[in-house]
T-cell receptor, first 113, second 116 residues
Framework: AQKVTQAQTEISVVEKEDVTLDCVYETRDTTYYLFWYKQPPSGELVFLIRRNSFDEQNEISGRYSWNFQKSTSSFNFTITASQVVDSAVYFCALSEADDKIIFGKGTRLHILP | GAVVSQHPSWVICKSGTSVKIECRSLDFQATTMFWYRQFPKQSLMLMATSNEGSKATYEQGVEKDKFLINHASLTLSTLTVTSAHPEDSSFYIC????????????FGQGTRLTVV
């Protein structure tokens, strides 16, 4: 069965610091997809990235970067030079062939001014 | 990008009444939609998978008679919370996936249900 673990429940950093959110997943499928979503206080989910299991290249998008390592079943997310607007709950998620997206418990990120 | 619209954004209802939440894919067809529930400060828990023209598939522990799901068309799925009770108060979010594009998923803005 698929499972996503976000061990960090809550993180607080001072603005401009870098922060990494950890995500470890479990799946028996060879084809799967990994996601990161941001959920601000409004509740709406903001899509950040989707990565399929055959693409292990790291990705950078502005201040955001993702490190996908199949060897450790991890898909970590780093925010560089954090800003107060980055404060939110971040969810890592996994989808297998049945298309269901299963979410981790989320990491609540506080960026302190 | 594709848009999923959920209505209403919030609703307050009396205990014992039923509430219907709509999820529409505005510019694409979705053979499959998913319904999630999120309690405060918790994760999104999948409730059911809604397939157009067939019965929904419920996750373990979700009462199918209480949470009625109808997916009558490729652009609309509805979730009805029947005989709502205060413990049903939660944030409900739907998701739709593009037909033939199994990797894409789009989420509605969510519905905050408060049962008093």
């Amino acid at each position: 069965a698929q499972k996503v673990t976000q061990a960090q429940t809550e993180i607080s950093v001072v603005e401009k610091e870098d922060v990494t959110l950890d995500c470890v997943y479990e799946t028996r499928d060879t084809t799967y997809y990994l996601f990161w979503y941001k959920q601000p206080p409004s509740g709406e989910l903001v899509f950040l990235i989707r990565r399929n299991s055959f693409d292990e290249q790291n990705e950078i998008s502005g201040r955001y970067s993702w490190n996908f390592q199949k060897s450790t079943s991890s898909f970590n997310f780093t925010i560089t030079a954090s800003q107060v607007v980055d404060s939110a709950v971040y969810f890592c998620a996994l989808s297998e062939a049945d298309d269901k997206i299963i979410f981790g418990k989320g990491t609540r990120l506080h960026i302190l001014p | 990008g594709a848009v999923v619209s959920q209505h209403p954004s919030w609703v307050i209802c009396k205990s014992g009444t039923s509430v219907k939440i709509e999820c529409r894919s505005l510019d694409f067809q979705a053979t499959t939609m998913f319904w999630y529930r999120q309690f405060p400060k918790q994760s999104l828990m999948l409730m059911a998978t809604s397939n157009e023209g067939s019965k929904a598939t419920y996750e373990q522990g979700v009462e199918k008679d209480k949470f009625l799901i109808n997916h009558a068309s490729l652009t609309l799925s509805t979730l009805t919370v029947t005989s709502a009770h205060p413990e049903d108060s939660s944030f409900y979010i739907c998701s739709a996936r593009l037909t033939g594009h199994l990797t894409e998923a789009f989420f509605g803005q969510g519905t905050r249900l408060t049962v008093v």
